[in-house]
């Protein structure tokens, strides 16, 4: 199972400090490489976690060779311990799975990620304490208590916020999450903690433990949290070859996506096939596709159709919101002079 908001919302800042890891690496990805005898451009894209419904799209397109038809070759990379960002920003890959925000906690240390592609259109992380703690009824009930978690100064702005809208004091400990979220907080080592709505909620529901969550957006915290999706090096995107081979993989990504939601059944059994060694609970994954189309988490206008584009509209005040709270911090500690800007941190110029 993969932990909670491990990767996604973790601390980007500690992630970053990881970069002199793989910096030897650096040349080893950095350019979109062609076949010798074809001339295919080459991208090379990097999971943030363990395979799962989020990458779906990405196992649906090597399957169905959407990435072939669309004129590209795709290497699908295992995370790395540094994490996407900073494999993208060292050359290691050429793609990265992560969300806006880590983007902009990334760039204010001085990276140059660029948001690409947005999966997610409306929130998806939840703040969750077991349903048999009858003493937590709103986040108000959460002043006080133990949040488990990996140290994310992003995680604990909104869990303060939500708290702090519910008429609490905002104040509460934290725990190190261990294997698992589930297991800590049922060990009673900890109250409450961050699970996705697309993969643990769906979990919990199969399985038990059943959990009570909150929703961000429903307490004070502004904009959509939740803007996950694909980040490459903006200075990478300065080749016009660069350019033409991201366009020509995310169309063939988007198509992958679109087949999820409109067969989803036949979508779970290629992500299950292609990822035998991940050991993917099938009844998991058919039911996180579930839950993806019915609350439209990755489309708009058209259920069926994955939106993709960043709705920048959603992703300032967020941004924003994160900067008052201290989130964002240069590489020497400070805050920057001023909020992220959402418009210099995505760009929806390749999608087609």
């Given at each position: 199972m993969r932990?909670?908001?491990?990767?996604?919302?973790?601390?980007?800042?500690?992630?970053?400090?990881?970069?002199?890891?793989?910096?030897?690496?650096?040349?080893?990805?950095?350019?979109?490489?062609?076949d010798s005898g074809s001339g295919t451009p080459k991208i090379s894209f990097m999971l943030d976690w363990t395979p799962n419904t989020n990458h779906i799209g990405l196992y649906v397109a090597q399957e169905l060779d959407y990435f072939k038809q669309s004129g590209v070759d795709v290497s699908i990379l295992p995370t790395a311990q540094a994490g996407a960002e900073t494999?993208?920003?060292?050359g290691v890959a050429n793609v990265g799975f992560t969300t806006l925000s880590n983007v902009a906690a990334f760039n204010a240390k001085g990276a140059d990620l660029s948001f690409v592609f947005d999966l997610t259109q409306k929130p998806v992380a939840r703040w969750c304490a077991l349903a048999s703690r009858k003493d937590i009824v709103t986040p108000k009930d959460l002043s006080g208590k133990t949040f488990v978690s990996f140290g994310s100064a992003e995680q604990n702005a909104v869990v303060a916020q939500m708290i702090k809208h519910a008429g609490g004091t905002g104040k509460f400990s934290t725990a190190t999450a261990g294997t698992n979220t589930f297991s800590t907080l049922t060990s009673g080592k900890g109250d409450f903690g961050g699970f996705y709505a697309t993969w643990e909620e769906v979990q919990s529901k199969l399985d038990?433990?059943?959990?009570h969550c909150f929703v961000a957006s429903d307490w004070g915290v502004p904009g959509n949290p939740d803007q996950l999706g694909y980040a490459v090096k903006a200075s990478w995107l300065k080749d016009p070859q660069h350019r033409t081979a991201l366009t020509s993989f995310?169309?063939?990504?988007?198509?992958?996506?679109?087949?999820?939601?409109?067969?989803?059944?036949?979508?779970?059994?290629i992500l299950i096939n292609r990822n035998k060694s991940a050991l993917l609970d099938p009844a998991l994954?058919?039911?996180?596709?579930?839950?993806?189309?019915?609350?439209?988490?990755?489309?708009?206008?058209?259920?069926?159709?994955?939106?993709?584009?960043?709705?920048?509209?959603?992703?300032?005040?967020?941004l924003d919101f994160q900067y008052h709270a201290g989130t964002y911090r240069d590489n020497d500690g400070h805050n920057p002079a001023s909020a992220p800007k959402a418009a210099d941190l995505a760009t929806n110029e390749y999608l087609r």
């Open positions: 932990q909670a908001l491990h990767t996604i919302i973790r601390s980007a800042a500690a992630a970053f400090a990881a970069a002199a890891l793989i910096a030897p690496m650096g040349g080893c990805g950095s350019d979109t490489a062609t494999s993208v920003e060292n038990g433990p059943a959990l995310l169309t063939a990504a988007r198509k992958g996506y679109d087949y999820a939601l409109s067969h989803p059944k036949q979508a779970s059994d994954v058919n039911a996180s596709m579930d839950a993806i189309i019915k609350q439209r988490y990755w489309s708009t206008d058209d259920p069926k159709r994955i939106a993709a584009a960043t709705d920048l509209s959603q992703a300032q005040p967020y």
